[in-house]
Structure formats: structure tokens, C-alpha cells
């Protein structure tokens, strides 16, 4: 089990940023595929972001692209969601997951991933 702590969720009006963190407790951590999830109420959980272990590819669902920045620091274990020009449509709980072993074409499904944080809640409401 890898444990996965997010942090900095919050409410902020439409068009206001919000930076996501997620801190995860193994020694492996360059080895794991990183991503970004997101569950808005009575919605599926959907892909937000992902970064394959060597952290030179960040991939973005189409919603997100351009307003959502992933980053991934492996020296500590980190990985954070910078996310600007927010929208009502972002309001969702947003779930750090970590993969191994996770190919290219399964990057944006869910069940590529093995070990989850508890979700923080994001929320955009004028």
C-alpha cells in the first residue's frame, strides 16, 4: 500500500486558482505513474491529469488542457495540480492516484491505478 495525502482544496470564485498537492510515503515513488482524478456529485470519477515516472510527459483531459498545470517533484515524493481559470464545472472531489506499472493506452482509466488518497474537495461558486 502506498499512502496518499492530498492537500489544498477549498471554494474560489470562477476564474480564481487553486493549488493541489499530493504527498506520497514510499521509497519507490519515481517508479509510480502519477495522476489526477476528479468526482463531481452523482458524475463517474474522471481522468484529470497523469505523469509517467520519468516525469517528462504530463498528459491532460481535453476539459482541463491549458488551464491545468501537473507537476511532478520525485525528490519529494510529490506531485502538484496548479489550476487557473477555475470554472463551475470543476467543482468536484479531487483524488491523487499512483499506478505501477501503468501502459500508455490505460494512463486515463481508473482501474489502471492501484492506490488512492482520500480526495480533497475543490468547489467554484461565485
Known amino acids: 500500500q502506498v499512502p496518499l495525502v492530498e492537500s489544498g482544496g477549498g471554494m474560489v470564485q470562477p476564474g480564481g486558482s487553486l493549488t493541489l498537492s499530493c504527498v506520497a510515503s514510499?521509497?519507490?515513488?519515481?517508479?509510480?505513474?502519477m495522476a489526477w482524478f476528479r468526482q463531481a456529485p452523482g458524475m463517474e470519477r474522471e481522468f484529470v491529469a497523469a505523469?509517467?515516472?520519468?516525469?517528462?510527459?504530463?498528459y491532460y483531459a481535453d476539459s482541463v488542457k491549458g488551464r491545468f498545470t501537473m507537476s511532478r517533484n520525485n525528490a519529494e515524493n510529490a506531485v502538484i495540480l496548479q489550476m487557473n481559470n477555475l470554472r463551475p464545472d470543476d467543482t468536484a472531489v479531487y483524488y491523487c492516484?499512483?499506478?505501477?506499472?501503468?501502459?500508455?493506452?490505460?494512463?486515463?482509466?481508473?482501474?489502471?491505478?492501484?492506490?488512492w488518497g482520500q480526495g480533497t474537495q475543490v468547489t467554484v461558486s461565485s
Open positions: 505523469n509517467r515516472r520519468s516525469g517528462t510527459n504530463t
Open positions: 492516484a499512483a499506478g505501477s506499472g501503468v501502459i500508455l493506452s490505460s494512463l486515463r482509466s481508473d482501474v489502471a491505478y492501484d492506490h
Open positions: 514510499t521509497p519507490t515513488f519515481s517508479r509510480y505513474t
